[in-house]
T-cell receptor
Framework: GAVVSQHPSRVICKSGTSVKIECRSL??????MFWYRQFPKQSLMLMAT?????????EQGVEKDKFLINHASLTLSTLTVTSAHPEDSSFYIC????????????FGPGTRLTVT | KQEVTQIPAALSVPEGENLVLNCSFT??????LQWFRQDPGKGLTSLLL?????REQTSGRLNASLDKSSGRSTLYIAASQPGDSATYLC????????FGTGTRLQVFP
């Protein structure tokens, strides 16, 4: 099956700093990648949809200037959390569309962000 | 607005039992429906995908059904095992995935 990786798997940063999370599709080209956030004991909430070579589409309530998304190639999308605050601490998961199966998405292992 | 609800929210059973997890949704205009498994602190593992035109899919001890007219999907787990313990999420694909609230399953020996 299709493999999606995320890096780092876990990161701790101080308030006010920026953190970049990478999402890579390892064995297929992903024209579309998705970023989700998951708070403890809650379900996944879609933050934004990124298409290769174009601007990301953000869901309502998600600040585009705070969560910068870049999808520069068909195998890499990055999410940068700028000026991080403790309330940004969460589990961030990406997924990539493509590969076999109509509209099926393949998920990365997630990144645990802790802002102190 | 599409709303996806999963019942029960939590379930604890002895191993060997056959289980039914429920997922209900409000808008039947979907491309497909997926069932995922999530272990604590981990990402998602896709279990089954049912296309809009299909009624069920099977993989090993898992069987998922889809009834768009009633806005329901069920995940049936046969002969449950402790290794099945995880959170199970259903997700509807309408150009983007909308996740259900999840069912936390614990299967004890």
């Amino acid at each position: 099956g299709a493999v999606v990786s995320q890096h780092p798997s876990r990161v701790i940063c101080k308030s006010g700093t920026s953190v970049k999370i990478e999402c890579r599709s390892l064995d297929f080209q992903a024209t579309t990648m998705f970023w989700y956030r998951q708070f403890p004991k809650q379900s996944l909430m879609l933050m934004a949809t990124s298409n290769e070579g174009s601007k990301a589409t953000y869901e309502q309530g998600v600040e585009k200037d705070k969560f910068l998304i870049n999808h520069a190639s068909l195998t890499l999308s990055t999410l940068t959390v700028t000026s991080a605050h403790p309330e940004d601490s969460s589990f961030y998961i990406c997924s990539a569309g493509g590969g076999t199966g109509m509209n099926e998405q393949y998920f990365g292992p997630g990144t645990r962000l802790t802002v102190t | 607005k599409q709303e996806v609800t999963q019942i029960p929210a939590a379930l604890s059973v002895p191993e060997g039992e056959n289980l039914v997890l429920n997922c209900s949704f409000t808008d039947s205009a979907i491309y497909n429906l997926q069932w995922f498994r999530q272990d604590p602190g981990k990402g998602l593992t896709s279990l089954l995908l049912i296309q809009s035109s299909q009624r069920e899919q099977t993989s090993g001890r898992l069987n998922a059904s889809l009834d768009k007219s009633s806005g329901r999907s069920t995940l049936y787990i046969a002969a449950s095992q402790p290794g099945d313990s995880a959170t199970y999420l259903c997700a509807l694909n309408t150009d983007k995935l909308i996740f259900g609230t999840g069912t936390r399953l614990q299967v004890f020996p």
